[in-house]
């Protein structure tokens, strides 16, 4: 019985994906005791893994390595290890179309691969952030289709992840994880399993309240977000208030209230997906979310604000933009990471870049992208460097930055992140005019 199985650590973990959800779930996993194999239709990822290279901040090389060489994790391309998984955890990406809706390619893709080779006993988990009812609206029809009966014969769970890339005080042994399975037995036997090797698990009355509770919190993050950014560009309209000085000051009330800070806009793979995924799901209910799809708007929007404010600091300080050269610092979506998914920097490069003359970045986590089929790359951060740029636009606050010197050397920075806490008049930043 997979119970057992669990018990004795004998139970074969699959994980479908080896980003940056799936592989600090493998490491974790695999330093309980558990065999871990992995599938991932990248190669090249699949040949870091195996020889213990990490690109994921969260799972260092080291750890990865030894793992590797213990025999506790393997990587592969081939969906055919499913058969001898006893529980496999659904970890791909669940995007967005052009049209802001719902893409479970991934999700129907690995759902089909695991109805192959299904089996009874098995536990199937599907990690992936998505709308209520996928689990048992769209991947339970999949695997009935063997014949097979959830609860009975194979077991499946919702269980968000909630990994915050780059976060030093809470991972997945100090975060509680929630889960919510398609019956009784399947929430049962998930909890088990993740009790096994993570802390507090806190299991729910379905895996629809886990979908949602997953979106409730995503939405929450980018309803707050958005609320401070129009605060922001209130107080710029305004002038003589700075949105920074507000914010630490309603702080300082013990109660009912949560700092959340203005920026550049919305990052990562899940903050500024979610809303969509909840208003399209909302929509089949006659619901319109208006004010989570108006949050989503204003984030967008803040690149756009970005740009705008760098063009008029730079003909305030008498450069014609056309022939500005300007300097991006920080390309990742968040401070400290190497993760430039969906990163409000990058629209920011993408808007401002026909607008002036020459555009470069530099991040000490990012060493190139791929733009517009085009690879550009991260160029050093000297004096040297600094001196060549009428504008330096900061828009990742990394902690490697030498804030003082990055100041002393620019002409002119718009800092979007409150990073430079020395004033100067060459430095503009946003929501302060």
């Known amino acids: 019985m997979l119970k057992n199985l669990i018990k004795k650590k004998k139970a074969k973990i699959g994980i479908i994906g080896l980003g940056y959800v799936?592989?600090?779930?493998?490491?974790?996993?695999?330093?309980?005791?558990?065999?871990?194999?992995?599938i991932d239709i990248d190669r090249k990822q699949v040949r870091r893994v195996n020889r213990g290279y990490s690109v994921v901040n969260d799972v260092d090389s080291q750890t990865l390595k030894m793992l590797v060489k213990s025999g506790k994790i393997e990587?592969?391309?081939?969906?055919?290890?499913?058969?001898?998984?006893?529980?496999?955890?659904?970890?791909?990406?669940t995007p967005v179309n052009v049209n802001k809706e719902p893409d479970l390619g991934p999700v129907i893709k690995s759902t089909r691969e695991i109805k192959r080779t299904l089996r009874r006993g098995q536990l199937v988990i599907l990690k992936s952030t998505t709308y209520p009812e996928t689990t048992e609206g769209v991947i339970l029809p999949i695997l009935h289709e063997t014949g097979l009966k959830v609860g009975r014969d194979f077991y499946l769970a919702f269980c968000p992840e909630r990994i915050d890339p780059g976060n030093k005080k809470y991972g997945l042994m100090n975060t509680p994880t929630v889960i919510g399975g398609v019956t009784k037995n399947c929430t049962t036997l998930a909890t088990q399993f993740y009790r096994e090797?993570?802390?507090?698990?806190?299991?729910?009355?379905?895996?629809?309240?886990?979908?949602?509770t997953k979106l409730l919190e995503n939405t929450f993050r980018n309803v707050n977000i958005a609320l401070?950014?129009?605060?922001?560009?209130?107080?710029?309209?305004?002038?003589?208030?700075?949105?920074?000085?507000?914010?630490?000051?309603?702080?300082?009330?013990?109660?009912?209230?949560?700092?959340?800070?203005?920026?550049?806009?919305?990052?990562?793979?899940?903050i500024p997906i979610d809303p969509y995924y909840l208003s399209w799901k909302a929509r089949e209910y006659d619901f319109h979310t208006v004010f989570i799809e108006l949050s989503a708007r204003v984030n967008e929007e803040m690149p756009y604000f970005v740009v705008?404010?760098?063009?008029?600091?730079?003909?305030?300080?008498?450069?014609?933009?056309?022939?500005?050269?300007?300097?991006?610092?920080?390309?990742?979506?968040?401070?400290?990471?190497s993760d430039s998914r969906d990163s409000p920097a990058i629209k920011v490069y993408q808007i401002i870049k026909p607008r002036i003359a020459v555009l470069k970045y530099n991040d000490p986590f990012v060493s190139q992208l791929s733009l517009e089929n085009k690879i550009i790359r991260s160029v050093r951060l000297n004096a040297r460097e600094l001196k060549k740029y009428d504008a330096v636009l900061?828009?990742?606050?990394?902690?490697?930055?030498?804030?003082n010197f990055i100041v002393k050397h620019s002409r002119l920075i718009v800092?979007?992140?409150?990073?430079?806490?020395?004033?100067?008049?060459?430095?503009?930043?946003?929501?302060?005019?």
């Open 22 to 38: 799936g592989l600090p779930l493998a490491a974790e996993i695999a330093k309980k005791g558990f065999t871990v194999i992995g």
């Open 75 to 93: 990587a592969t391309t081939s969906p055919r290890v499913l058969k001898t998984c006893d529980i496999i955890l659904i970890c791909v990406p």
């Open 197 to 212: 090797f993570t802390g507090k698990v806190y299991p729910v009355s379905s895996a629809k309240v886990a979908e949602m």
């Open 228 to 270: 401070v950014n129009e605060f922001a560009q209130l107080c710029e309209r305004m002038g003589g208030i700075d949105v920074w000085e507000v914010i630490e000051a309603a702080k300082t009330k013990p109660f009912g209230f949560m700092p959340f800070y203005p920026g550049p806009g919305v990052g990562g793979h899940c």
């Open 308 to 337: 705008n404010k760098t063009i008029d600091a730079l003909s305030a300080s008498g450069m014609c933009p056309r022939k500005a050269k300007v300097l991006i610092l920080g390309m990742a979506f968040k401070k400290d990471i």
């Open 394 to 403: 900061l828009l990742t606050d990394h902690s490697v930055y030498d804030y």
């Open 415 to 433: 800092d979007t992140r409150n990073a430079i806490k020395k004033r100067s008049s060459r430095v503009k930043r946003l929501g302060s005019r």
